[in-house]
């Protein structure tokens, strides 16, 4: 596979990603902001819960990339374990951070949330449980990819872990259909969305302004440990010499 | 490359392989804990389940219409919950939620007498997965169960 294999290399990996890294950044910048003024000030508010309903336009996109940055992590795992493309693993270890302070954000907006409309900052029903425990398999995650680095290992290890790790996606999607649980059903499926046009708009230009955020943000930190690697290898050169 | 079993074909096999019995497990093992993963009893898990007397349960479903009566005391609330099948009359003392009103939803957290009635401790307020304006409410909208 050519294709895939051109990606491999760190110098034309990096070769693309110096301009992308500003262009996804400020692209994403651009979004949210226009993202937030819409959510903020230019749909109704909802009839149940009033103006409370603004914070989904922050709750929902955390909570898809705080679940599709673990996809990331899994994919590159795989990548890795399959391919042993160095540059798998760096990117594997780059969204984890990413990763896990989105899912901290849709549990902490989340519960800001459930207080006015729930009644409560916090319940342990099946939703709520299995996002924590997502929050918790990316500490573990980054934990475990330091110690593995640190102790110069192939980093094979993590990557089982991030593997193993995907189970918990299936949980947290169908957790809201397969027990009763405090918070609703999915409101958006694949062809059909029971939030009503006039509020659901904004949310498209979060999420797409979260995922460009997100992306510039794992992209400067792959570029970061490539060269903290790169620095490492000449400090090694030098003290040989 | 093709169809060879070479090293890389062999990894991915096996990772694949892996993945899929992991999370196989993992629904197989959640799927079996249905009633010990739910959040409340519904109305007519009582009657499947037996009552769970003497221990701090929760009771979940839909405010029936027309059955949220307060007392002269000012705090104590009786409501009926149903979830379409069975029906359980509550009382609560204490501040109800916003969004606790006929035909939504709600959890109350308490204990089931003998009588098969709660006594709530607690109330939470479920709400539906709909979210619209408010002039669309009522010529749209209305929950008939929480029932997924």
Redesign the interface.
């Known amino acids: 596979m050519p294709a895939l294999h051109a990606f491999a290399n760190p110098a034309r990996f990096l070769r693309i990603a110096r301009p992308l890294t500003p262009v996804l950044f400020w692209a994403g910048a651009v979004l949210i902001a226009l993202g937030c003024w819409a959510g903020l000030t230019q749909t109704p508010p909802d009839y149940l819960q009033g103006e409370t309903v603004r914070i989904l336009y922050i709750h929902v996109p955390a909570a898809w990339l705080g679940m599709g940055g673990w996809t990331g992590i899994a994919v590159a795992s795989i990548s890795y374990l399959v391919w042993r493309h160095p540059l798998a693993q760096v990117a594997a270890r780059a969204i984890a951070l990413p990763g896990a302070v989105f899912a901290a954000i849709c549990l902490a907006t989340g519960s800001i949330w459930g207080r006015p409309t729930w009644g409560t900052w916090w319940q342990w029903d099946g939703r709520l449980t299995s996002m924590l425990l997502l929050l918790f398999v990316y500490l573990g995650y980054m934990a475990l990819a330091r110690a593995d680095a640190e102790r110069g290992g192939d980093g094979r290890v993590p990557a089982l872990y991030g593997v193993a790790g995907t189970v918990l996606l299936p949980i947290i999607r169908y957790s809201v259909v397969w027990w009763n649980t405090l918070h609703q059903g999915p409101s958006i499926g694949l062809t059909r969305s029971s939030i009503d046009a006039s509020l659901l708009w904004p949310l498209p230009i979060m999420l797409a302004g979260f995922s460009l955020f997100f992306a510039s943000v794992v992209l400067m930190r792959m570029r970061a440990m490539l060269a903290t690697a790169k620095a490492e290898a000449r400090m090694r050169r030098m003290a040989r010499a | 490359m093709g169809l060879s079993v070479t090293a890389?074909n062999q990894?991915?096999t096996l990772?694949?392989l892996?993945?899929a019995a992991?999370?196989g497990a993992?629904?197989l093992a959640?799927?079996a804990?249905?009633d010990q993963?739910?959040?409340?009893y519904?109305p007519s898990d009582v009657s499947r389940l037996g009552l769970p007397l003497g221990r701090a349960v929760r009771l979940?479903g839909m405010v029936e219409a027309g059955s949220v009566a307060r007392e002269p005391d000012g705090v104590t609330v009786r409501f009926i919950v149903t979830d379409g099948r069975a029906t359980t009359p509550v009382t609560f003392a204490g501040i109800v939620?916003?969004?606790?009103r006929e035909r939504?939803g709600v959890?109350a957290e308490g204990q089931f007498r003998p009588d098969g009635s709660f006594l709530a401790t607690?109330?939470?307020?479920?709400?539906?997965?709909?979210?619209?304006?408010?002039?669309?409410?009522g010529a749209l909208?209305e929950t008939k169960t929480?029932e997924?």
Request: glycine share 2%.
């Open positions: 890389k990894r991915l990772v694949l892996a993945l992991i999370v993992a629904l959640l799927s804990l249905k993963a739910a959040f409340f519904a979940g939620p916003d969004l606790f939504s959890v607690n109330l939470l307020a479920k709400h539906d997965e709909k979210y619209m304006p408010p002039q669309l409410k909208h929480l997924k």
